[in-house]
């Protein structure tokens, strides 16, 4: 099970740090993943990490503004999301898949992000 909370309504300019806590498994095979959907739009990859390695990937589009994080203790993943614009509004979600096949068959409810300009 993956919950991800930290989103909310912000300023253009601000920062967040979204988390996505996982129960129920152990995740050492794991690689875990960060999706956002805007309205009206396809959902989009932003950032992977492997959770026993540390290895992360980005889209291009948020490499320079967007972090991906974990913490293993606390079995938490976390998107530390910088300099937000009024397009970075959209619903932000976690997934976890295993290394192979990349899809993602397991995800979270999503936490809304909504940048004010």
């Known amino acids: 099970q993956l919950q991800a909370s930290g989103g909310g309504l912000v300023r253009t300019g601000d920062s967040l740090r979204l988390s996505c806590a996982a129960s129920?498994?152990?995740?050492?095979?794991?690689?875990l993943g960060w999706f956002r959907q805007a309205p009206g739009k396809e959902r989009e990859f932003l950032a992977r990490?492997?959770?026993?390695?540390?290895?992360?990937n980005y889209a291009n589009s948020v490499k320079d503004r967007f972090t991906i994080s974990r913490d293993i203790a606390k079995n938490t993943v976390y998107l530390e999301v910088t300099s937000l614009r009024p397009e970075d509004t959209a619903v932000y979600y976690c997934?976890?898949?295993?290394?192979?096949?990349?899809?993602?068959?397991?995800w979270g409810q999503g936490t809304l992000v909504t940048v004010s300009s």
């Open positions: 129920g498994r152990t995740l050492s095979t794991y690689i």
């Open positions: 990490i492997s959770w026993s390695a540390g290895t992360t």
């Open positions: 997934a976890a898949r295993q290394m192979t096949p990349s899809t993602y068959p397991y």
